[in-house]
């Protein structure tokens, strides 16, 4: 088992950076497709961006150019690099991880989650 912890949300300004991370114990975050999805109130939970265990990247058209994503093998870290925040990136941001397939962008593929950071754009 994996356990995950995110970190790094806060206030910031539209047109802000803000980098998240999620710290993985127990495993290896390079053995897992790791992903970070994040919920609005009042809305569904979507996917963000994923690293699946070769490398490889995706991301929601939302965020593509803006946001970046990037594994730390020395510190088993999930890294969330956001720039030119806007009001709408507002959510709960979560870490999550595939042991078994490729992730994906449906949330149910992931069976292990953090509990979530607070990010908040104010405009």
């Known amino acids: 088992q994996v356990q995950l912890v995110e970190s790094g949300g806060g206030l910031v300004q539209a047109g802000g950076s803000l980098r998240l991370s999620c710290a993985a114990s127990g495993r290896t975050v390079s053995m897992y497709t790791a992903a970070w999805f994040r919920q609005a109130p009042g809305k569904e939970r979507e996917f963000v961006a994923k690293?699946?265990?070769?490398?490889?990247?995706d991301y929601a058209a939302s965020v593509k150019g803006r946001f970046s994503i990037s594994r730390d093998n020395v510190k088993n870290t999930i890294n969330l690099q956001m720039n030119s925040l806007k009001p709408e990136d507002t959510a709960v941001y979560y870490c999550a991880a595939d042991s078994i397939g490729d992730g994906g962008r449906w949330p149910n593929n992931y069976d292990y989650w953090g509990r979530g950071t607070q990010v908040t754009v104010s405009s």
């Open positions: 690293m699946s265990r070769t490398g490889g990247n």
